[in-house]
């Protein structure tokens, strides 16, 4: 089992619809979130941070995050061709305050 | 404002050939990661510095690797002897924080081509 888990997608939304993406984690002792999004040939760019359970709202986009489950999700309201790129969640794992854990990352596309 | 840099942006290496990448974090980030990511993969952890400090270099694939940050800014990655699996963009992420996981920002990476 990888330690940080997405499906890779594509995942195909309409314009306008609620895009979904999600992320499950082995290590329960995480504490912190991150959903980063990668547009093709570019860095990863930070999308939003989550540490605690519950909501974080931050414009379009929407963390959630379920600790007993190890999991977290970003939904992206009113979904935008521009937001066409993959998502990567990331985690602090292996006991550890600064190394990251990354998925693999999930495409995501918006149809016009 | 200035965000992170990275130089040479593209590098083709022939197999055997030793490179150096280089990486400006943002100004007064104390903190400063090195990623591998492969096509296709999320970036995976090489090594991190704290100032001057290489406080953890477990991710390096191989002793072919050496990274340094000696005034506690720049940071340069090295390579030595080249092999075709090293082929990569390898990325170069900035952070504010001492300690605690904190957002951490990524320079435009180099793209590694071995032939």
């Known amino acids: 089992q990888k330690e940080v888990e997405q499906n890779s997608g594509p995942l195909s939304v309409p314009e306008g619809a609620i895009a979904s993406l999600n992320c499950t984690y082995s290590d329960r002792g995480s504490q912190s979130f991150f959903w980063y999004r990668q547009y093709s040939g570019k860095s990863p760019e930070l999308i939003m941070f989550?540490?605690s359970n519950g909501d974080k709202e931050d414009g379009r986009f929407t963390a959630q995050l379920n600790k007993a489950s190890q999991y977290v999700s970003l939904l992206i309201r009113d979904s935008q061709p521009s937001d066409s790129a993959t998502y990567l969640c990331?985690?602090?794992?292996?006991?550890?305050?600064?190394?990251?854990?990354w998925g693999a990352g999930t495409k995501l596309i918006i149809k016009p | 404002g200035a965000g992170v840099s990275q130089s040479p942006r593209y590098k083709v290496a022939k197999r055997g050939q030793d490179v150096a990448l280089r990486c400006d974090p943002i100004s007064g980030h104390v903190s400063l990661f090195w990623y591998q990511q492969a096509l296709g993969q999320g970036p995976e952890f090489l090594t991190y510095?704290?100032?001057?400090?290489?406080?953890?270099k477990s991710g390096l694939p191989s002793d072919r690797f050496f990274a340094e940050r000696p005034e506690g800014s720049v940071s340069t990655l090295k390579i030595q002897r080249t092999q075709q699996e090293d082929s990569a963009v390898y990325l170069c992420?900035?952070?504010?924080?001492?300690?605690?996981?904190?957002?951490?920002?990524f320079g435009p990476g180099t793209r590694l081509t071995v032939t």
């Open positions: 989550i540490y």
């Open positions: 510095f704290q100032n001057e400090a290489q406080l953890d």
């Open positions: 992420a900035s952070s504010a924080g001492l300690a605690g996981v904190y957002e951490q920002y």
């Open positions: 990331a985690v602090n794992g292996k006991g550890s305050n600064y190394q990251l854990i």
